[in-house]
């Protein structure tokens, strides 16, 4: 299976430290790709550098098989889309607008004859069509992602990078929304997602890559990448993987008796 995206012994440098070293990673058509590490890792500034959006120092990422810098804003437009984890609308956008903001890449083509469809059906994937007329700022956090969400839908790209997009959401929602993912990759698009829940990255990737000092420690199918002795290491906390029901489950293991706070147990004194 070819790699729609490839980095090469990336490197990222700034302010003299280095904030990622020597990463390889290939994702193919079809593929879900889940980038989890402690804070700090350098997910996020991996991300950007698969985007085109942030030049690596040292080593090269090709984007459909040629090099992502070398292609215009408009290319990089069509060929990938991009959530990220701040939503960096300020201005009283309708719900609607923003995710209409997603087919701008089409604009004079013959794909623009599509619009209505597509931004009808992203709202409803994305399930904010309830919300179509609200404005933007007057969203909770969670409210925000799933729109950005449907924004990303909404461009139709074959490789979708997503910074930490369940974050500020619910159960129903984080599921919703990664079922989506999983669909998107279903039909041929390649996905790469910042996720913290490792059980969440456990049940929907089909790799996960490992990140730890800016580096990368391990990559592969998430029965093989996810292993207590490897997370403990990685994370500085003792971790316990469990299998339910044919899914993987992290768990950091916990002392049996938390300590009590002093207020409460105050309160437990009256």
């Given amino acids: 299976m070819s790699a729609f995206l490839a980095a090469h012994g990336v490197g990222v440098m700034i302010d003299g430290r280095a904030i990622l070293a020597d990463v390889d990673l290939e994702v193919a058509a079809g593929e879900v790709v889940v980038l ?149 990759a279903a039909a041929g698009a390649a996905v790469v997602v910042v996720l913290h829940d490792l059980s969440l990255a456990a049940a929907y990737a089909d790799r996960i890559c490992v990140l730890a000092r800016g580096r990368v420690c391990a990559d592969g199918p998430p029965a093989d990448v996810l292993t207590g002795e490897l997370l403990t290491e990685v994370y500085g906390h003792p971790v316990d993987v469990i299998e339910h029901d044919g899914t993987l489950v992290v768990v950091p293991v916990r002392p049996r008796s938390l300590p009590i706070p002093p207020e409460e147990a105050s309160w437990s004194a009256v």
Avoid: C, Y
Wanted: hydrophobic share 40%; proline share 5%; aromatic share 4%.
């Fill in 36 to 184: 989890v590490g402690p804070n700090g890792a350098g997910k996020s500034t991996l991300l950007g550098v698969l985007s085109g959006d942030l030049d690596p120092t040292t080593g090269t990422v090709e984007l459909d098989s040629r090099p992502a810098g070398r292609r215009s804003a408009r290319e990089l437009a069509r060929l990938r889309g991009v959530q990220l984890q701040k939503q960096g609308l300020a201005f009283g956008f309708r719900v609607e607008e923003v995710v209409r903001m997603g087919r701008s890449p089409w604009r004079r083509t013959p794909a623009e004859d599509r619009d209505d469809e597509v931004v009808a059906a992203s709202l409803e994937r994305a399930d904010v069509t309830e919300l179509a007329a609200r404005l933007f700022p007057t969203l909770s956090g969670g409210e925000q992602a799933r729109t950005s969400f449907a924004r990303l839908l909404a461009q139709e790209t074959p490789l979708m990078l997503l910074d930490e997009p369940t974050a500020a959401l619910d159960i129903r929602h984080q599921e919703q929304l990664l079922g989506v993912v999983r669909e998107a």
